[in-house]
């Protein structure tokens, strides 16, 4: 039982792994969200941070997901508009045949043609309904794509839960907070040392329980009690009885949180 949970604490399956490309971006993001915060002691350019970070980096999917959805409709609108553009020319044309066989024709024919405008006016309709509906629901997507991703995240969260998201760099760690109500941003230099805590933990977890197990238990109480002082510690008034939901950045997506003390 013991070699299953630990197993599990380093399985990869269920977390989400997603990398960035413009991590100095990112940096100079964070630095900058960080100061403006402490000028001016408004948590607004935390979520704003948090918004612009998750632009391109853990919010992109479900930005592309949006984005192919108004795609689609853009394409359904398109033959929407295409098939009302050529019934409505074929009603005209048949309201000018019928016109001219008023004169002529015989009440056969016009009948005919009256019957074949009126199933053509009621297909007109319908997809004239279809284009008002599309339409909708291409203005709710764009509204859904558009809104406050902090927002988002805080509407779904409960009152006892924490979004935590880290940034690491080669010598810092940049760490965002949210919760129901507000947020923190927090900045901790970190030593190359991590590199090899994170390793160690990992291997740590990884094998099985053995009666050797003792001596490296000394060494993952060390690393984790380091790890939990760099990556926990700093948020512990903030996450204090609270359920996190941590958003894992570089090396750390390998990192089982839940066994750091």
């Known amino acids: 039982a013991g070699n299953y949970i630990k197993s599990s604490y380093v399985n990869l399956e269920d977390k989400f ?3 960035d490309n413009n991590r100095a971006n990112y940096k100079i ?3 900058n969200t960080l100061q403006l915060n402490k000028l001016s002691l408004d948590s607004k350019y935390i979520d ?3 918004e612009l970070t998750q ?3 853990s919010g992109i999917l479900t930005d592309l997901m949006i984005d192919a959805k108004i795609g689609e409709n853009h394409l359904k609108m398109d033959s929407l508009l295409k098939e009302e553009s050529l019934l409505d020319r074929r009603i005209r044309a048949l309201e000018l045949s019928l016109n001219n066989t008023i ?3 015989t009440s056969l024919e016009i009948d005919s043609l009256e019957n074949e405008i ?4 009621e297909k007109l309709y319908q997809i004239r309904t279809n284009i008002i509906l599309e339409s909708n629901q291409s203005i709710v997507l764009k509204n859904l794509l558009e809104n406050n991703l902090t927002n988002n995240v805080r509407d779904r969260l409960q009152l006892n839960q924490v979004v935590i998201e880290y940034f690491l760099f080669e010598d810092l760690l940049y760490i965002i907070a949210i919760d129901k109500y507000s947020s ?3 900045k901790q230099a970190i030593s190359p ?14 094998k099985p329980l053995t009666k050797s197990s003792k001596i490296d238990h000394s060494d993952f109480m060390q690393d984790a009690i380091y790890l939990y002082n760099v990556l926990i510690k700093p948020l512990e008034s903030f996450i204090q009885d609270k359920e996190l939901i941590i958003i894992p950045d570089n090396l750390l997506y390998s990192l089982p949180f839940e066994i750091l003390i």
Do not use: W
């Open 193 to 206: 040392y991590i590199l090899n805590a994170v390793h160690e933990i990992v291997q740590y977890a990884s």
């Open 103 to 105: 004169k002529t024709g």
């Open 48 to 50: 704003s941070g948090f």
């Open 55 to 57: 632009k391109s980096k």
């Open 184 to 186: 923190n941003i927090y």
């Open 17 to 19: 792994l997603i990398s």
């Open 118 to 121: 009126s199933i053509n006016t």
């Open 29 to 31: 993001l964070l630095e």
